[in-house]
């Protein structure tokens, strides 16, 4: 795909998460693996309101190289995009629900959505670790998310919301999606007795769909 077809998409992707309530006013954000470097939704901006040439241009060592100042948490998509090799794109969101379970979670939990349905296990995969709060912006949080990320697809930033990435940028967002799914059906389900998915039926999923 060329850089001005992975503009278009993250311009037309981000508008999508937007119109359907994924993202509000200038929430979350948006970084996409290029062969000379990232792509990432500029400060301040909302996904609903992109411009594709405005997009922010970083090169390879996350240097800010064009378009217009990239995300104050260019930090967190380098986290992840450096952890994980075959991952080309990150989403950050603030999605009611999944925002909802970073909030109810205590910090280590690995599965604070319970596994409900195969979607959400072929799409985010066996963990979601949730780690500490930090203050919007806060470089400390790197560390942690990198560390994390080695060996899942998706993490929740206690109090603040998922970071989400996939082999592709569609892949990520439907990923994303596929997270405040299940966020939305864990809260509908709390306080019942839902069955769960069984560990031999979690591991014929990865082992059909990839780990």
Same mark, same amino acid.
């Given at each position: 795909?060329?850089?001005?077809?992975? $503009?278009?998409?993250? @311009?037309?992707?981000?508008?999508?998460?937007?119109?359907?309530?994924?993202? +509000?006013?200038? #929430?979350?954000?948006?970084?996409?693996?290029?062969? !000379? &470097?990232?792509?990432?939704?500029?400060?301040?901006?909302?996904?609903? $309101?992109? =411009?594709?040439? $405005?997009?922010?241009?970083?090169?390879?060592?996350?240097?800010?190289?064009?378009? !217009?100042?990239?995300?104050?948490?260019?930090?967190?998509?380098?986290?992840?995009? /450096?952890?994980?090799? !075959?991952?080309?794109?990150?989403?950050?969101?603030?999605?009611?629900?999944?925002?909802? *379970?970073?909030?109810? #979670?205590?910090?280590?939990? /690995?599965?604070? *959505?319970?596994?409900? /349905?195969?979607?959400?296990?072929?799409? +985010? &995969?066996?963990?979601?670790?949730?780690?500490?709060?930090?203050?919007?912006? =806060?470089?400390?949080?790197?560390?942690?998310?990198?560390?994390?990320?080695?060996? %899942?697809?998706? @993490?929740?930033?206690?109090?603040?919301?998922?970071? +989400?990435?996939?082999? /592709?940028?569609? =892949?990520?967002?439907? %990923?994303?999606?596929?997270?405040?799914?299940?966020?939305?059906?864990?809260?509908?389900?709390?306080?019942?007795?839902?069955?769960?998915?069984?560990?031999?039926?979690? =591991?014929?999923?990865?082992?059909?769909?990839?780990?």
């Amino acid at each position: 795909m060329s850089e001005q077809a992975a $503009r278009e998409e993250l @311009v037309a992707l981000g508008a999508s998460l937007f119109q359907r309530g994924f993202s +509000v006013g200038s #929430a979350g954000n948006i970084s996409v693996r290029l062969p !000379d &470097g990232y792509l990432m939704t500029p400060t301040n901006s909302s996904l609903g $309101r992109l =411009d594709a040439a $405005r997009i922010s241009k970083l090169d390879l060592e996350w240097r800010h190289v064009g378009g !217009d100042k990239p995300s104050k948490e260019v930090f967190m998509h380098r986290a992840v995009l /450096t952890a994980r090799p !075959d991952a080309g794109a990150v989403v950050h969101l603030h999605s009611t629900h999944a925002t909802a *379970i970073a909030c109810l #979670a205590a910090v280590g939990e /690995t599965r604070p *959505i319970p596994m409900l /349905t195969p979607y959400f296990v072929m799409r +985010v &995969g066996r963990e979601l670790p949730v780690l500490p709060y930090h203050r919007p912006g =806060d470089p400390a949080m790197e560390a942690g998310i990198h560390e994390a990320a080695r060996s %899942a697809r998706a @993490v929740l930033l206690a109090n603040h919301g998922p970071v +989400v990435s996939g082999k /592709t940028l569609n =892949d990520a967002v439907a %990923a994303a999606e596929e997270l405040e799914e299940a966020a939305r059906l864990a809260l509908l389900l709390r306080g019942q007795n839902p069955r769960e998915l069984t560990e031999a039926e979690i =591991d014929d999923l990865l082992g059909t769909f990839g780990a």
